[in-house]
């Protein structure tokens, strides 16, 4: 697995036996921002969380120059199943927030993460990184501060939201 700056960690996931086939894929809205070392590793690591319980993962649209972005967004995560937002990396960049309150007037199941701070092992604060609005912050989040800390979470916690939310 991967954290943002590139540096990697040793992540054990237990494999587990195959879903029948006629148990349909899921799909997850993931909104973040928009930079190469949170694309690169966010979703490297949540490919591999969420691969075993078959959800393929979906983004908003990268060009935001696009005609009718905030449609696609909508559209988006209106057909997903559940969703997954980040905040590293949004402060003065409240997109993820605005995805947030969609998916939440739209009743998704959600986990929204919300980077925290340094990590272990040296890591740094990673800049530009606001905290999730007082407006939001009754909603399942899970605080990190390193990659490492959110997959090792998400790989615990997965298992008892796909339950909570009848995606199972």
Known sequence: MREPDGSEFPFLQRLTKQPSSSKKKLVCFVGHRFLENIERSLRFNLAHLFEPYRVSLRWSDYNLAARDVFQSIVSGIRNADLCFFD?????NKPNVYVEVGI???LGKPMLVSEYSG??????????????????????????????????RNLYFRLPIFFKENVLR
């Not at 905040?87 to 402060?91: A, C, D, E, K, S």
């Not at 990673?126 to 009754?138: C, E, F, K, R």
């Open 87 to 91: 905040n590293l990396g949004t402060l």
């Open 103 to 105: 998916a939440h007037v």
């Open 118 to 151: 340094p990590g272990s092992k040296g890591r740094r604060k990673i800049p530009d990184t606001g905290s999730v609005p007082s407006d939001l912050q009754g909603l399942l989040r899970i605080q990190y501060q390193s990659y490492e800390y959110l997959c």
